[in-house]
């Protein structure tokens, strides 16, 4: 599976950002799909996960409430929307596809290139 995320850019504080993440290759629907980002000097972080069906899902807390993830097998692409943003939230936006019902980075199979997302303040 390749995977093609999109959807970055520079937002004011309290913002809104929609990310894609177009897959080919294969079928999405056999993943689950998940968000991580990476701040500068920092570990790359989960921020959000979706089962395959979309009848699951997990959120970092430090954007629950805030960030919503959802998926369309029929398009092969997951999304990300992201309200209220915070200069906290800048960071490069991964997405990846897993087989398992994992948080973490290393247990995904897939990766996509990422895409900038900066808040300012």
């Known amino acids: 599976v390749q995977l093609q995320a999109s959807g970055g850019g520079l937002v004011q504080a309290g913002g809104s950002l929609r990310l894609s993440c177009a897959a080919s290759?294969?079928?999405?629907?056999?993943?689950?799909m998940g968000w991580f980002r990476q701040a500068p000097g920092k570990e790359r972080e989960v921020v959000a996960i979706?089962?395959?069906?979309?009848?699951?899902?997990y959120y970092a807390d430090s954007v629950k409430g805030r960030f919503t993830i959802s998926r369309d097998n029929a398009k092969n692409t997951a999304y990300l929307q992201m309200n209220s943003l915070k200069s906290e939230d800048t960071a490069v936006y991964y997405c990846?596809?897993?087989?398992?019902?994992?948080?973490?980075?290393?247990?995904?199979?897939?990766w996509g290139k990422g895409t900038l997302v900066t808040v300012s303040s």
């Open positions: 290759g294969r079928t999405i629907s056999s993943y689950n």
């Open positions: 979706i089962s395959r069906s979309g009848t699951m899902t």
């Open positions: 990846a596809g897993s087989s398992r019902w994992s948080t973490r980075p290393d247990d995904m199979n897939y």
